[in-house]
């Protein structure tokens, strides 16, 4: 019980350690993956029209949620929600509006 880190894992000698290399650690790892919106508009600043039309390109080619938000974005899109609306109308006002259904109050009006 009273073993040492190091002696109870001898095939993994990066085990343990003092507390400084451990943060130096922590801290390498969160320089490489902890960019921000701050770090791509910089990059982005760099661009000419002509690239930043490029990475459009390559945004919208690589997939259909991108090419969604893109339409949505600049108006293209008739109705982006459409195809999420019909499955909850009919969910949420199936049951009311369904044709030989008899209801105590007046019949709400149907959206379908």
């Known amino acids: 019980m009273g073993d040492s880190v190091q002696a109870r894992f001898p095939a993994f000698p990066g ?6 290399r451990i943060a130096e650690r922590v801290a390498q790892r969160k320089q490489k993956s902890d960019h ?4 791509v508009k910089a ?9 930043l039309l490029r990475l459009s390109q390559s945004l919208y080619a690589a997939d259909k949620e991108h090419q969604r938000f893109i339409h949505a974005r600049f108006g293209l899109a008739e109705d982006v929600l459409e195809p999420y609306k019909k499955p909850l109308e009919r969910w949420l006002f199936g049951l009311m509006c369904s044709p030989g259904r008899t209801l105590l109050s007046p019949k709400p009006a149907c959206h379908l």
């Open 36 to 39: 921000t919106w701050t770090d």
């Open 15 to 20: 085990i343990g350690g003092t507390t400084e």
């Open 43 to 51: 990059k982005l600043a760099d661009f000419d029209r002509v690239a």
